[in-house]
């Protein structure tokens, strides 16, 4: 699909997004979006959510009671199939979460089909786990109920021309069933699949982009001191091993899950480093996620069972990141996946709290350097590669690359130098 090669994605957390919580709510806020630059809106779980076990007051998106059909809180089939064709007509993709590996207690498979659930020697529907108590888990060894799974999945294709899925835990699905799917999937049109997953048999066929857990995990370690940024280079030089090129890893410093359970932003990347890595997230190989709110410098934990409206206001982060878009879109070697280009290292004499990097494709160069610390730090290229004339992006400042000059960042400071 041509759309995704420069394409940002984002999250929409449909419920918590306006005060009435509903689609067409949300429609509203989609001429902003495009404006931003996005490329593709991953719309969370639209479905009915079950109402036995259910956790909190309105429960999790990801218990699903009937895979198809509309949750009546978030308003009607022609309020979706109106949603995806707004989506559309501003140029983007929509792609619709997808819950595989277990459905609500009160799902319409479960009284029919009660074989098509994991069962105990005694016959009782299991969860997939002692946590999650909301949810039953499916037997991917029933043939028929796979058969349905996938014909639940060309619904939406076929009746709302929804572009793809982001498949939850994807690695709790058998990978042979995701490899079928995917194939029937694309007979209808072709999708974009993304795993909630990083292992790397689901990228051989089913699907075209993962979760980069890994780079989130490393980058709030060194926000908080505890790794160095000579580890980045460890861990770029080992990703080829782990994926080709043509996988899209997808890059993020938060998700609805990470702000949920683990904090906003602002609790997990201190001082101030929470913007120094939403750029360096755009500007490595990888499709950057925003996650709802991000925008308006979301602050806060968002409740996950009940209402917690977003509060939307202007701020630093919104023109940050249509910046950011913006860069990407234009410059060919910042492009996702096999479109774009490999992250070459520019050594410098200080590796510890520094890190410098070069992008280069057919004629597009980007030098990025990044001070990952909050100390006053000197920056001196001993790379040739990196020497020359560039504009940084954010400032419009000539600045010349030698190897007799040195350079200054503040704590946390960062420079994208785009070369003239």
């Not at 501003?90 to 979460?97: P, W």
């Not at 280009?341 to 004629?363: D, H, M, W, Y």
Request: aromatic content about 14%.
């Amino acid at each position: 699909m041509e759309k995704i090669k420069k394409s940002v994605i984002y999250e929409v957390n449909l419920r918590q997004y306006t005060p009435e919580g509903t689609i067409n709510a949300f429609i509203e806020h989609i001429p902003r979006l495009a404006d931003m630059g996005i490329g593709i809106l991953w719309i969370m779980p639209i479905q009915p959510i079950g109402k036995k076990n259910r956790k909190g007051t309105l429960g999790s998106y990801y218990s699903i009671s009937n895979y198809i059909a509309v949750n009546p809180e978030f308003g009607t089939e022609k309020d979706f199939a109106r949603l995806v064709e707004v989506t559309h007509e501003f140029g983007m993709l929509l792609i619709l979460d997808w819950v595989a590996n277990h459905t609500s207690w009160d799902n319409v498979w479960i009284d029919a089909h009660p074989d098509w659930y994991t069962q105990d020697k005694a016959g009782n529907i299991l969860p997939p786990n002692k946590d999650w108590t909301d949810v039953a888990d499916l037997n991917y060894k029933n043939k028929k109920m796979r058969v349905e799974m996938i014909n639940s999945m060309k619904y939406w294709i076929e009746n709302f021309d929804v572009d793809g899925f982001r498949c939850d835990m994807a690695m709790l699905v058998p990978t042979d069933f995701w490899n079928q799917a995917r194939a029937e999937l694309d007979k209808v049109k072709p999708v974009f699949m993304l795993a909630e997953a990083e292992e790397k048999d689901l990228m051989e066929m089913a699907f075209d982009a993962n979760y980069s857990w890994d780079f989130l995990h490393l980058i709030e370690a060194i926000a908080k001191g505890k790794r160095r940024a000579v580890d980045v280079i460890d861990y770029f030089l080992d990703a080829p091993k782990k994926f080709p090129q043509k996988v899209i890893r997808m890059t993020f410093t938060s998700n609805h899950d990470e702000n949920t359970w683990n904090g906003s932003v602002f609790e997990r990347f201190p001082d101030k480093s929470y913007k120094t890595f939403a750029v360096y997230s755009f500007l490595v190989p990888g499709m950057p996620l925003i996650y709802s709110g991000q925008e308006a410098c979301l602050n806060k934990k968002i409740k996950f069972f009940d209402r917690d409206t977003i509060e939307w206001k202007n701020c630093e982060m919104g023109h940050l990141y249509k910046k950011l878009i913006a860069l990407k879109s234009k410059n060919e070697a910042l492009w996702n996946g096999e479109f774009g280009s490999s992250l070459v290292f520019a050594p410098t004499e200080n590796n510890e709290q520094i890190t410098t990097f070069i992008r280069e494709k057919n004629g597009n160069k980007i030098l990025a350097m990044f001070n990952f610390s909050a100390k006053l730090t000197d920056v001196k290229f001993t790379d040739k590669n990196a020497f020359g004339k560039y504009k940084e992006y954010f400032t419009d400042e000539e600045i010349e690359i030698t190897s007799e000059q040195t350079y200054m960042l503040t704590g946390w400071e960062y420079k994208v130098l785009v070369k003239l």
